[in-house]
């Protein structure tokens, strides 16, 4: 069974660089679209997997609050 992520990242919200960012939080798994080394502020999403999560939906959710 493929890890779902279960956060995202609301401050590097704009892709760059090497990519999406994959990272353990909270034992569970963040992702951070601008491929943030720090000062990550983690959302909980419901759980996704990183398929699902490449339509970037929950990432403009969080960009319009």
Do not use: N, Q
Request: proline share 8%; net charge neutral.
């Amino acid at each position: 069974m493929t890890a779902l992520i279960e956060f995202v990242c609301r401050v590097h919200t704009e892709p760059r660089g090497a990519g999406p960012l994959i990272t353990p939080v909270d034992g569970g798994w963040g992702y951070c679209e601008g491929y943030g080394s720090s000062g990550h502020k983690w959302t909980r999403i419901e759980p996704t997997s990183r398929a699902h999560i490449a339509d970037a939906s929950p990432i403009r959710e969080l960009r319009a609050s």
